[in-house]
């Protein structure tokens, strides 16, 4: 009867899955991903009602609900508004550590695009660090097409 009544801890497994998948960027995510692929541009939306310009492109504003259906060509310079150098190892890291990812916001545009930081030791590293986009040679269709952003 005691063994009944006693409680369980939960019990977690830690374990490991791999698993393929394929999953859809939508209309939007397909038109910026090819942006980048086939011509090593950044284009975000603008809205059409408070004029702001996201990148990533999103299909409604996220002050107004409007649809973002115009599309604008952006710089690829930009300014660091903030980051965080990783010095874990993961799996799912896409480089080797450490790896910096910052924010950048790009000129012309409203909010700030997470990226890897490259070209730049962490010490080195200040806010407000003007940063540019670097393409990758081999492009596939995915936001790693820009391969990091570095010191402009
Ligand atoms: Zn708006």
Known sequence: MA??????????YAGRIKVPYAWSVG?????????LRDDQEIWGVKCPKCKRVYVYPIKNCGEC???????VKVANVGTLESFTVVH??????PRKRPLIYGLVKLDGTDGALLHLIGGVEPAKIKLGMRMKAVFARQRAGSILDIQHFAPA
């Open 3 to 12: 063994k009944a009544r006693r409680k369980a801890r939960n019990v977690v």
């Open 27 to 35: 209309a939007t995510g397909s038109r910026f991903l090819t942006a």
């Open 65 to 71: 609900f409007v649809p973002t259906e115009q599309w």
């Open 88 to 93: 874990y190892k993961h799996d799912m890291q």
